[in-house]
């Protein structure tokens, strides 16, 4: 039961975050509560009250940072292409995420390392989509798209994609094709987000 439980807060984390994970335990650690009122009314107040606790805790902490991603994303979605160049690998990957924010989509970065190959997930329309960002001067090989994809399975995502600003060598085209990896070089990257924004302006 316990590896059970493991796997399950494992799996909705990995789809929806720590924090959503963390909720569903505290709901289950409350409903723990109230099933022993019947039995034990110390015991299940204490059950409940600790659930309650960390469920509102760990709320504030979920909307605190949920705003202050958000206030970031949204100031880096201002800064053009050429000034977001400058920024080291990291910032460059909230930039990409910004991007995808700007034109619609929900977008967040993910941890530092240990990403599986995705440094940014972006959803729209129940569609999920995992970007591997690679701010390179040189061309991007295969090793990039077997990441992806292996970062897509990981996520349990709908399509992985890899975005450079440099350009891509000829074998990581052709395992692109055949494991259906999106990707853009630097032209193509600026004509992406300029072309879903397009459509979002027309709609």
């Known amino acids: 039961m316990k590896k059970f439980i493991n ?17 569903i335990l505290c709901f289950f650690i409350i409903l723990i509560g109230i099933i022993l009122l019947k039995f034990e009314k110390t015991i299940a107040a204490f059950f409940i009250v ?6 509102l805790i760990c709320l504030l902490i979920e909307l605190y ?20 160049m400058k920024m080291n690998p990291y910032e460059f990957e909230s930039w990409v995420a910004s991007q995808f924010i700007k034109n619609g989509y929900d977008a ?11 440094d940014v997930i972006a959803i729209y329309k129940k569609k999920r989509i995992g970007i591997q960002v ?12 077997q990441e992806a994809l292996s970062g897509m399975k990981y996520y ?3 399509e992985a994609m890899v975005i450079t600003t440099s350009s891509f060598t000829k ?15 630097k032209e193509e990257m600026i004509n992406f987000f300029y072309k879903i924004n397009s459509n979002k302006m027309t709609q």
Request: aromatic content about 12%; proline content about 1%; glycine content about 8%.
């Open 7 to 23: 796997k399950l807060i494992v799996k909705i984390a990995k789809k929806f975050g720590y924090g959503f994970a963390i909720s």
């Open 50 to 55: 600790i659930g309650v606790f960390l469920f």
């Open 65 to 84: 940072h949920y705003l202050r991603r958000k206030i970031k994303l949204k100031k880096l979605a201002k800064i053009n292409f050429d000034d977001a």
């Open 171 to 185: 074998q990581a085209y052709e395992m692109a094709n055949k494991t259906n990896v999106k990707l853009l070089n």
């Open 156 to 158: 349990s995502l709908d």
């Open 108 to 118: 967040k970065v993910t941890k530092k390392s240990g990403d599986f190959g995705i």
């Open 134 to 145: 690679k701010k390179y001067n040189k061309p991007v090989g295969i090793k990039a798209v």
